[in-house]
């Protein structure tokens, strides 16, 4: 972990305007994201724009309506000023007021990624899995899913949203936001252990995301046994799953729909 001290200095404030402009009015078309009490955008900081050179980000803002919305946001700043990774995502600035909490992330997605870049990616996040894992007090994130990860322009992936997690900088909070929301598939082994967290329910979780990676479609709400049955489907190639010309995720990447796209998957950006 990085030390903390004057990390939070380096960070630029960003105004409510200013995160309007970068995305646009928050606008549809820019939104990557849908989590628990906040939204994640695509965004741009123009040369018209008096807030830092021109760039791309990420923008992911909360309602600061709630004081529990306000630790998230408190959570996931401690974070990320105290550990530095190749493979979780750098914190370029942050905005504070007029109703909205949010962070601009120094990134950018993109949108495609064939076999070979998948392979990268799981590789990526197993490095980030175990550079967590391996703290003198190991960090849990406990909330990991595709929708968690996001890739930039070169492939690179890098987690965010951390204000769930326990361990490390946080020092043990397995009971703490013991209701933590994903989807039935990811929360299995967790339910299972009658609601104990550890490094394990990580480990189960990663491999969903590698079961996702490889048939390239969501996990939304599936048994056990249809997990099984898709993974045997694939490998008898009854479904056309796997496909070195197909986009990330399947065929719900491609729908009309923008909420299936979104719901489908948050490595890539939705398209127009």
């Known amino acids: 972990m990085a030390n903390a001290q004057g990390a939070t200095s380096e960070l630029r404030s960003f105004s409510y305007q200013d995160l309007v402009l970068m995305t646009d009015s928050f606008s549809e078309k820019k939104l990557l994201v849908v989590g628990y009490r906040w939204k994640l955008y695509r965004g741009e ?15 992911k803002i ?4 709630l004081e529990e ?5 408190e959570d996931e700043l401690k974070f990320l000023t105290c550990c530095r990774h190749q493979n979780i995502v750098k914190l370029y600035g942050l905005c504070r007021g007029e109703g909205v909490i949010g962070f601009v992330y120094d990134f950018t997605s993109v949108i495609f990624f064939r076999w070979p870049l998948r392979v990268k990616v799981a590789l990526a996040v197993a490095n980030a899995i175990t550079f967590l894992h391996s703290q003198d007090s190991p960090f849990i994130l406990r909330n ?25 900088v946080f020092g043990d909070r397995t009971s703490t936001y013991a209701d933590i929301f994903s989807s039935d598939a990811y929360n299995y082994l967790h339910a299972e252990h009658n609601g104990s967290w550890s490094t394990k329910t990580d480990m189960f979780d990663f491999g969903i995301v590698l079961f996702t990676l490889l048939v390239m479609r969501p996990v939304v709400h599936p048994t056990i046994h249809e997990l099984v049955e898709l993974g045997e489907s694939v490998c008898e190639g009854k479904k056309r799953a796997i496909s070195n010309n197909s986009g990330l995720w399947g065929y719900r990447l ?8 979104r719901s489908s998957c948050a490595v890539c950006e939705p398209f127009s």
């Open 69 to 73: 919305d306000a630790g998230y946001f």
């Open 45 to 59: 900081i123009s040369e018209k724009m008096d807030c830092g050179e021109a760039r791309d980000v990420t923008v």
């Open 254 to 261: 491609y729908s009309d729909d923008s909420q299936i796209r």
């Open 144 to 168: 990991l899913e595709p929708r968690l990860l996001l890739l930039d322009k070169d492939f690179n992936a890098k987690l965010f949203d951390f204000g769930l997690g326990s361990g490390g």
């Open 62 to 65: 909360w309602d600061d309506s």
